[in-house]
């Protein structure tokens, strides 16, 4: 009666082990088949894609990111959209949604600082390294690229930018505003603009890399700090964490770099 019980306590336990492994390894293969939904501000078109494909290769885990202005996403986020984390191009964005109690406590990231240059195609016959802010005024440009400053930080740090070099005015006429910076540096790449403010990590970029640019002196705008969250909503807080890691780690900011941004005195949580 004894061994009969025994045995039976025996395949119980024996049973209970099976499923722990098999729920622990099903866990595992959800975490690696369901993608880490990231939210990130134009901007970070290149470099981000750049740093999600070592995250991945490093820890196997799939990183599904979505481009647009900052702005936009934080409405979307205070509704409840389904995002992981957020990226944004400043550090206002990420701030309020802490203050709404709606990020993870220690999800708070300060991971770079953006800078603005101004833009011209290669074909361009003006001497825009020579002639700096006054090439905006030359009569050729009819046309001024920046993201909306309504919902997107660069585009609010161009206007800065023209405020204090006493050229807002006299260019207010000539902006057209793109929905984000991506598509401000679309519309000065395509020809549609002859001139754009834009983020230097879109200058740097393939397609945009042989054009004019002047770099915009940083102390001629207000920093364009950048910060990141990981949403109290995450599917997976894990995977969000390491995610923000690896962006904050060496390899991360050296990435950040190469794209032109300027590495933060600190890049870690809640700095």
Same mark, same amino acid.
Request: charged share 20%.
């Given at each position: 009666?004894?061994?009969?019980?025994?045995?039976?306590?025996?395949?119980?336990?024996?049973?209970?082990?099976?499923?722990?492994?098999?729920?622990?390894?099903?866990?595992?293969?959800?975490?690696?088949?369901?993608?880490?939904?990231?939210?990130?501000?134009?901007?970070?078109?290149?470099?981000?894609?750049?740093? *999600?494909? +070592? @995250?991945?290769?490093?820890?196997?885990?799939?990183?599904? #990111?979505?481009?647009? $202005?900052?702005?936009?996403?934080? !409405?979307?986020?205070?509704?409840?959209?389904?995002?992981?984390?957020?990226?944004?191009?400043?550090?206002?964005?990420?701030?309020?949604?802490?203050?709404?109690?709606?990020?993870?406590?220690?999800?708070f990231?300060?991971?770079?600082?953006?800078?603005?240059?101004?833009?011209m195609?290669?074909?361009?016959?003006?001497?825009?390294?020579?002639?700096?802010?006054d090439?905006?005024?030359?009569?050729?440009v009819?046309?001024?690229?920046?993201?909306?400053?309504?919902?997107?930080?660069?585009?609010?740090?161009?206007?800065?930018?023209?405020?204090?070099?006493?050229?807002?005015?006299?260019?207010?006429?000539?902006?057209?505003?793109?929905?984000?910076?991506?598509? *401000?540096a +679309? @519309?000065?790449?395509?020809?549609?603009?002859?001139?754009? #403010?834009?983020?230097? $990590?879109?200058?740097?970029?393939? !397609?945009?890399?042989?054009?004019?640019?002047?770099?915009?002196?940083?102390?001629?705008?207000?920093?364009?700090?950048?910060?990141?969250?990981?949403?109290?909503?995450?599917?997976?807080?894990?995977?969000?964490?390491?995610?923000?890691?690896?962006?904050?780690?060496?390899?991360?900011?050296?990435?950040?770099?190469?794209?032109?941004?300027?590495?933060?005195?600190?890049?870690?949580?809640?700095?």
């Amino acid at each position: 009666m004894n061994i009969l019980k025994h045995t039976r306590r025996y395949f119980v336990f024996l049973a209970i082990a099976v499923l722990l492994v098999a729920s622990g390894a099903g866990l595992r293969a959800h975490q690696q088949q369901t993608p880490l939904r990231v939210a990130a501000a134009a901007d970070l078109q290149f470099a981000l894609k750049d740093i *999600a494909q +070592q @995250f991945e290769h490093q820890t196997r885990r799939k990183v599904e #990111i979505t481009f647009g $202005s900052s702005g936009n996403f934080f !409405a979307q986020l205070q509704n409840g959209a389904p995002f992981d984390v957020f990226l944004s191009a400043d550090i206002e964005y990420p701030t309020r949604l802490e203050q709404s109690n709606l990020i993870e406590p220690n999800g708070f990231l300060k991971y770079a600082v953006g800078r603005i240059v101004v833009w011209m195609p290669a074909g361009s016959k003006i001497d825009l390294a020579g002639r700096k802010w006054d090439a905006l005024l030359d009569p050729t440009v009819q046309k001024i690229a920046i993201a909306n400053p309504e919902h997107a930080p660069y585009g609010r740090a161009a206007v800065d930018a023209l405020k204090r070099a006493g050229l807002y005015d006299k260019v207010q006429s000539k902006l057209v505003y793109g929905e984000n910076i991506s598509q *401000a540096a +679309q @519309f000065a790449e395509s020809g549609n603009a002859q001139a754009g #403010i834009i983020a230097l $990590s879109l200058a740097v970029s393939p !397609a945009m890399k042989s054009g004019q640019r002047w770099g915009v002196p940083v102390d001629q705008y207000a920093p364009i700090e950048q910060a990141a969250v990981i949403l109290k909503t995450a599917r997976d807080k894990e995977t969000a964490r390491a995610f923000l890691a690896f962006v904050s780690s060496d390899a991360g900011q050296r990435t950040l770099g190469n794209f032109g941004f300027a590495i933060p005195k600190v890049a870690s949580p809640n700095d």
